[in-house]
C-alpha cells in the first residue's frame, strides 16, 4: 500500500499480486488492486481485478460500486455496471454517488430519461433542489407516465418543490 500511496505501481503490483497469491478468495484484496490499476489509467485491468472481487461477494456494495464505476469508464459492459448499481442503490438508497454512476450509465447508453431520473435522485440526497428539479422534470419528459423512473422523478418534485417555495 505504501507504495503504490507513493504513485510506484511497478512495486505495488507484485506484491499485491503475492498477497492474492497467497489469500486467492480475499475479494478485498482483488479490490484494491483493482483501485491501484483504476487510479493509474489501466482501466481494462482494473475491470478484470474488480470483476473477480465481485464473483467472490456479489453483493458487496463497497465492491460492486468501484466495479460498476470502472466498467463505465472504459464504456464496456454497461448493462452489468448498471446492474452492480441497481444493487448498490437496495443496500445503500441514499448513496448520492451510486445514483450518480447510475445516471452516468444510462447516459452512456442514451437512456436519457432512466439517467435524469438517478442524477435527479443523486442531486436531491446531495441537497442539490435546483438541480433536483430540473433532472426530475427532464425524466417525466422523458419516460412514460408511471412508469417506475417517472414515479420516482414525480417524488423527487413533491419533495424538493415545497422546500424550494
Not at 461477494?57 to 448499481?85: C, F, S, Y
Not at 442524477?119 to 427532464?138: F, K, T
Not at 423527487?156 to 415545497?162: D, E, F, S, T, V
Amino acid at each position: 500500500i505504501a507504495h503504490y500511496r507513493r504513485g510506484d505501481l511497478a512495486q505495488a503490483l507484485p506484491l499485491i499480486d503475492r498477497l492474492i497469491a497467497d489469500e486467492p478468495n480475499d475479494p478485498f484484496l482483488l479490490e484494491l488492486k483493482g483501485q491501484m490499476l483504476f487510479e493509474n489509467g489501466r482501466l481494462p485491468e482494473a475491470v478484470a481485478a474488480y470483476k473477480q472481487a465481485t464473483a467472490l461477494r456479489p453483493e458487496d456494495p463497497a465492491l460492486l460500486a468501484p466495479a460498476a464505476r470502472a466498467m463505465i469508464e472504459t464504456g464496456q459492459d454497461l448493462d452489468t455496471a448498471i446492474d452492480m448499481l441497481n444493487r448498490v442503490i437496495v443496500h445503500e438508497p441514499r448513496n448520492p454517488g451510486a445514483w450518480r454512476q447510475l445516471g452516468i450509465a444510462y447516459g452512456k447508453k442514451d437512456d436519457i430519461g432512466q439517467a435524469s431520473a438517478a442524477l435527479a435522485e443523486s442531486a436531491m440526497l446531495a441537497g442539490r433542489r435546483d438541480d433536483a428539479i430540473l433532472q426530475a422534470n427532464r425524466a417525466q419528459s422523458l419516460l412514460p407516465k408511471g412508469s417506475p423512473g417517472w414515479l420516482r422523478a414525480e417524488d423527487i418534485l413533491r419533495a424538493a418543490k415545497p422546500e424550494k417555495d
